[in-house]
Every structure is written in structure tokens, then in C-alpha cells.
């Protein structure tokens, strides 16, 4: 079996933004559960000071991420 992939992805939060973010973030995780059923681990996280929010997700292979990744563009 081949190593799973772990992506993680870092971005800056806007002053005044975290509440809209945490409740963005709420909904897009709802739906990429329902839908991007080989994805088989997702978590978001805000770094000590709040101004970093960092998303780790886990594929099991190369075609389940690219199956997530349709529409992030």
C-alpha cells in the first residue's frame, strides 16, 4: 500500500475575519465531507497568535487529491 499524501495549507487571517472564517471554514468542511468522500482526514487550526490558519488534509493516493482539489480553483 502506498504512503498517504498529507497536504497542509497555510494563510494569513484578516483583522476582524476569524469569526466569518471559522463559520466559512464550518460549511466548506461539512461539504467536502459529503462530497470528497476519498478524503479521509481534514482539520483546520488557528497558530498561538491567530493570525495563521493552517488546514492538514490526508489522501490515501495521487487520485483522491486531485478528486479534492476539483473546483478549489
Given at each position: 500500500m502506498p504512503d498517504p499524501i498529507v497536504f497542509?495549507?497555510?494563510s494569513t487571517?484578516?483583522?476582524?475575519?476569524?469569526?466569518?472564517?471559522k463559520?466559512?471554514?464550518e460549511e466548506a468542511f461539512a461539504a467536502l465531507e459529503a462530497d470528497k468522500l476519498g478524503t479521509v482526514f481534514q482539520?483546520?487550526?488557528?497558530?498561538?497568535?491567530k493570525s495563521?490558519?493552517?488546514f492538514?488534509?490526508?489522501f490515501p493516493d495521487a487520485d483522491a487529491m486531485d478528486a479534492h482539489m476539483?473546483?478549489?480553483?
Open positions: 497542509v495549507s497555510h487571517v484578516r483583522d476582524g475575519k476569524r469569526e466569518a472564517l463559520e466559512v471554514s482539520y483546520g487550526y488557528l497558530d498561538p497568535d495563521q490558519v493552517h492538514v488534509h490526508i476539483v473546483g478549489a480553483a
